[in-house]
């Protein structure tokens, strides 16, 4: 499986809108078209096979499920991630024969995304330290109270920094990327102590990232039992995330009513008691 120019001119595209503030913001661009889920989808249709870029998304996105950028700081870039390393991921899967729906696939796409992410990391700081030179100019153009300019700076100038920094690499790397897994099924043998070893290190990456998000929503104790009763029911009693999220609401819905009647409840309790502590008063001053 191959990638033609225009498919790689398309990845290299979204790469730049997956992080390009003038995508309504964080919110479409890195928070919506950056994520490996959605990418995966994204990237299914452009190469023609939805099927595995969704399941290979999906893979990926649990590896970085609770990945924030506090402050600008990076461990990863979802941006490579997702449209350079789901089409890889995607390339090497069909390129070595292996069933998308396999964990060996998905340890395979785990491993490479996580790869991708690292060396994405440093086109991330080279992007922010070329977008500074169009801050440099933005604030010369509030001096200068051309609010023209300053527009120019905030929608227009970055779109070089993102072609420079997202669409160029990601187009190369895409567009060479049947070459590399050509590579790979020569010098790594699937039975190899390289791939094996690629394969182990795929199988120990989610457990990272659910790992960092429980860090996060845990605050006591007491809510690890959510966590372990929702890997009972997928674990033990079979079912999948969509049926144990739909139980999950459930349950969501059970306490938020119970919660309510309790607070209801305590209302009414303060409202008697206040009530009681008036009439006490009405009759003392009555008796004097």
């Not at 870039?77 to 069909?94: E, F, T, W």
């Not at 609010?147 to 920094?165: A, F, T």
């Not at 989610?206 to 029911?233: D, E, M, N, R, W």
């Amino acid at each position: 499986m191959s990638i033609n120019i225009l498919q790689a001119a398309l990845l290299g595209l979204f790469a730049c809108l997956a992080s390009l503030p003038g995508m309504g913001g964080t919110t479409i661009g890195n928070y919506t078209l950056g994520r490996p889920l959605v990418a995966g989808l994204i990237v299914g249709l452009i190469m023609g096979d939805v099927t595995t870029g969704v399941i290979v998304g999906a893979a990926i996105q649990i590896v970085y499920i609770a990945l924030v950028t506090p402050g600008g700081t990076v461990s990863a870039d979802v941006r490579a991630v997702s449209y350079i390393g789901i089409p890889l991921a995607i390339m090497a899967i069909k390129g070595l024969g292996i069933s998308p729906a396999t964990t060996q696939a998905q340890q395979l796409a785990t491993s490479l995304g996580a790869a991708v992410g690292t060396v994405g990391t440093v086109l991330f700081y080279l992007t922010a330290t070329i977008n500074l030179v169009w801050q440099h100019i933005g604030w010369k153009a509030i001096e200068e109270g051309n609010l023209h300019r300053v527009y120019l700076v905030n929608k227009g100038l970055p779109w070089i920094s993102h072609i420079i920094c997202s669409f160029i690499p990601a187009f190369a790397i895409n567009l060479v990327g049947s070459s590399m897994v050509s590579a790979i099924k020569t010098y790594l043998p699937m039975d190899g102590i390289a791939m094996k070893t690629l394969f182990t290190l795929g199988s120990l990456l989610p457990a990272v990232g659910i790992a960092i998000l429980l860090k996060q929503v845990i605050t006591k104790p007491v809510h690890f039992l959510s966590f372990f009763f929702g890997f009972t029911l997928c674990a033990i009693m079979g079912l999948n995330l969509v049926s144990a999220a739909l139980v999950a609401g459930f349950f969501a819905v059970i306490t938020y009513n119970i919660q309510m009647v309790a607070l209801k409840a305590s209302k009414k309790a303060a409202i008697a008691t206040s009530s009681g502590e008036l009439s006490t008063t009405d009759d003392d001053e009555e008796d004097i």
